[in-house]
């Protein structure tokens, strides 16, 4: 059997092919193809805009995605969340849907927008977003360059962004959040019910989240002294405990342990004034507790 999977082209496209690479399926394409290789015979993969995923999952040409929430819910997309997968182009942290207007402007508030004119790329979240709050407002949808419409052509823009530096490299400022937004790796219903199908995407689930648990922690290695044991291991933070293990004939001990790799820069130092010798900090592409 096959798993018929829709993969983000654009922004997200490199850093969703590293995350599987970490993950352990090996992603190539030739220029101007839509059609990755991947060396795993059970999966075939399509690379299409983000924005189309939950719409072709929905309706069954695809059987799963990864996409945003954002879009998910701009689609209206009845799906099956199979993970939720933290990452993005730049860092590991959420975008966030945010409501922007001109930093000189007299909004101030989303009940503020009543009447006024909103350029959008999703324009049934934001639609939906002050209906909630009772405003009615224009919510036209932008072809690009959302940011530069404020304030000569529309009074507000609802737009993504990761970190905010756009929004302030064009003198705007936000008034609302509208949603946080991750991907999400997303099934129909059809495929969640068929047994292959959903083993296949929990197995692919379990690695890709393995993966991203991996990101920025580090493997450390170590051997102490019986009698200093306690010493190093009062400087060891741990996800649970650390391994220690006796060395052969020996009155000396082996400790692993697996940490956030920030915190090795002033650890080691600490570790080796605490007594451990040969110390060996390593990679990690996985991490699945």
Not at 17 to 30: P, V, W
Not at 142 to 154: D, F, I, M, Q, R
Not at 164 to 169: M, T, V
Request: glycine share 4%.
């Amino acid at each position: 059997m096959i798993l018929r999977l829709g993969l983000p082209k654009g922004s997200l496209q490199e850093s969703t092919f590293a995350l599987f690479k970490r993950a352990g399926f090996n992603l190539a394409i030739r220029s101007r193809s839509y059609f990755p290789k991947v060396d795993d015979p059970e999966l075939e993969v399509v690379l299409m805009r983000a924005q189309e995923i939950p719409r072709y999952v929905n309706e069954g040409v695809l059987d799963a995605g990864i996409s945003g929430l954002d879009w998910i819910m701009e689609n209206e997309a009845d799906v099956v969340e199979v993970a939720e997968l933290v990452y993005s182009k730049q860092t590991t942290n959420p975008i966030r849907m945010v409501l922007a207007v001109a930093n000189d402007s007299d909004i101030k508030t989303v009940r503020d927008l009543q009447n006024k004119r909103i350029a959008t790329e999703l324009v049934r979240v934001t639609k939906n977003f002050l209906a909630a709050h009772g405003v009615q407002a224009t919510v036209e949808y932008s072809y690009g360059a959302t940011e530069v419409k404020v304030p000569n052509l529309v009074d507000a823009i609802a737009d993504l962004t990761e970190t905010g530096s756009s929004l302030k490299a064009n003198n705007l400022r936000v008034i609302a959040t509208i949603l946080t937004s991750t991907p999400r790796l997303h099934a129909n219903r059809a495929a969640w019910e068929d047994p292959w199908k959903r083993e296949k995407l929990q197995n692919l689930s379990v690695l890709l989240e393995g993966a991203l648990r991996a990101d920025d922690k580090v493997g450390l290695k170590m051997n102490v002294p019986c009698r200093l044991l306690d010493d190093v291991l009062s400087v060891l933070p741990a996800m649970k405990h650390p391994t220690v293990s006796r060395l052969v004939n020996s009155d000396w001990v082996a400790v692993e342990v697996i940490l956030d790799e920030k915190k090795v820069r002033d650890l080691i130092p600490a570790l080796k004034r605490a007594g451990a010798e040969d110390l060996i900090e390593y990679p990690l592409n996985k991490v699945i507790p």
